[in-house]
C-alpha cells in the first residue's frame, strides 16, 4: 500500500514563499515519475511541477523560475519551494506518484495567497 502524506500549505500574501512537502510511504521499489499538481475552484487539476527518477524536471509554463522540484530519496520525500507566489496560484495541491500504470494521490493542501 502506497501513501503520500502532503503538508506545509498555508496562507501567504503575495510575494511571498512556501515549501510543500509529500512523504512518501509504502511498497516502492521503483517509480517513474513524483510530482505536484494543483486545482483552483472550478477549474481542472494540473501540472505544476515533475521529476523522473533520473532526476530530470518539467514545470508549467507559469511557475517556471518561481518554483523549484526536488527530493530526499533517504526520506523518501519530495518537495516544491514555491517563491514570488500570486493570488492565481491558490489552489489545493496534491503530490502525485506513477509507479508503472498507476498513479498514486495525495489529500491535498491548500495554498492561498491573498493580502
Known amino acids: 500500500q502506497v501513501q503520500l502524506v502532503e503538508s506545509g500549505g498555508g496562507l501567504v500574501q503575495p510575494g511571498g514563499s512556501l515549501r510543500l512537502s509529500c512523504s512518501v510511504s509504502?511498497?516502492?521499489?521503483?517509480?517513474?515519475?513524483m510530482g505536484w499538481y494543483r486545482q483552483a475552484p472550478g477549474k481542472q487539476r494540473q501540472l505544476v511541477a515533475s521529476m523522473s527518477t533520473g532526476g530530470s524536471t518539467n514545470y508549467a509554463d507559469s511557475v517556471k523560475g518561481r518554483f523549484t522540484i526536488s527530493r530526499d530519496t533517504a526520506k523518501n520525500t519530495v518537495y516544491l519551494q514555491m517563491n514570488s507566489l500570486k493570488p492565481e496560484d491558490t489552489a489545493l495541491y496534491y503530490c502525485?506518484?506513477?509507479?508503472?500504470?498507476?498513479?498514486?494521490w495525495g489529500q491535498g493542501t491548500q495554498v492561498t495567497v491573498s493580502s
Open positions: 509504502g511498497s516502492i521499489f521503483r517509480y517513474n515519475a
Open positions: 502525485n506518484l506513477k509507479i508503472g500504470f498507476n498513479n498514486y
